[in-house]
């Protein structure tokens, strides 16, 4: 997905600040309720397709941007994970509606480069509370909406989340193929 972005791009790795608030398991699931910082993301917003076929057309846009395709020509170097919003239908499975959050660094937070493609947004955050809980391999739509379904219940009856959206996150570039890490976070509502 991301073999035509230069392996440079993930030489400077830095991580999403946040502070884990408190940790639970129930059964098999352990999970994390976390304080994620806000600030500025490129965002790139896909409808009308499946979430894997919407995240391969999503993430080459946001890898280049931060790869150097905006007006300075730099490249800012990888903030994981990268997450991306999902958005349930009544019975648990995804609509076609995929949005894609990639946390500019930093040392570009206060002033990001204008994206050279106009898919490419850059916006605003407040910071949020999640529940995340952790998995691994090569993750697929029907992997996040597994995850997302049994930490929504562990989570019942305990806190309130979200339930018209949640994130998935991804930590490692695709030519990773041992030792992956994928999340879901559910939004504490």
């Given at each position: 997905?991301?073999?035509?972005?230069?392996?440079?791009?993930?030489g400077?790795?830095?991580?999403?600040?946040?502070?884990?608030?408190?940790?639970?398991s129930k059964?098999?699931?352990?999970?994390?309720?976390?304080?994620?910082?806000?600030?500025?993301f490129?965002?790139v917003?896909?409808?009308?397709?499946?979430?894997?076929?919407?995240?391969?057309?999503?993430?080459?846009?946001?890898?280049?941007?931060?790869?150097?395709?905006?007006?300075r020509?730099?490249?800012?170097?990888?903030?994981v994970?990268?997450?991306?919003?999902?958005?349930?239908?009544?019975?648990?499975s995804?609509?076609?509606?995929?949005?894609?959050?990639?946390?500019?660094?930093?040392?570009?937070?206060?002033d990001?480069?204008?994206?050279?493609?106009?898919?490419?947004?850059?916006?605003e955050?407040?910071?949020?509370?999640?529940?995340?809980?952790?998995?691994?391999?090569?993750?697929?739509e029907?992997?996040?909406?597994?995850?997302?379904?049994?930490?929504?219940?562990?989570?019942?009856?305990?806190?309130?989340?979200?339930?018209?959206?949640?994130?998935?996150?991804?930590y490692?570039?695709?030519?990773k193929?041992?030792g992956?890490?994928n999340?879901?976070?559910?939004?504490?509502?």
């Amino acid at each position: 997905m991301l073999g035509l972005i230069r392996n440079s791009l993930f030489g400077s790795v830095e991580t999403w600040p946040w502070q884990v608030l408190s940790t639970g398991s129930k059964e098999e699931l352990s999970y994390e309720e976390r304080a994620c910082e806000g600030g500025k993301f490129a965002t790139v917003e896909v409808t009308e397709k499946p979430v894997d076929e919407a995240l391969r057309e999503a993430m080459p846009k946001v890898m280049k941007y931060v790869g150097g395709s905006n007006d300075r020509g730099i490249g800012m170097g990888m903030t994981v994970p990268i997450s991306f919003a999902v958005f349930p239908t009544d019975d648990g499975s995804l609509q076609k509606r995929l949005k894609v959050w990639f946390r500019i660094p930093n040392q570009f937070q206060s002033d990001p480069p204008a994206p050279s493609d106009e898919a490419v947004r850059i916006e605003e955050r407040e910071g949020i509370t999640v529940y995340s809980t952790q998995f691994g391999g090569y993750a697929k739509e029907a992997d996040y909406v597994a995850h997302a379904g049994q930490l929504r219940a562990a989570l019942e009856g305990r806190v309130t989340c979200q339930g018209d959206v949640y994130f998935c996150a991804g930590y490692d570039p695709p030519m990773k193929p041992y030792g992956r890490r994928n999340e879901v976070w559910l939004l504490r509502a």
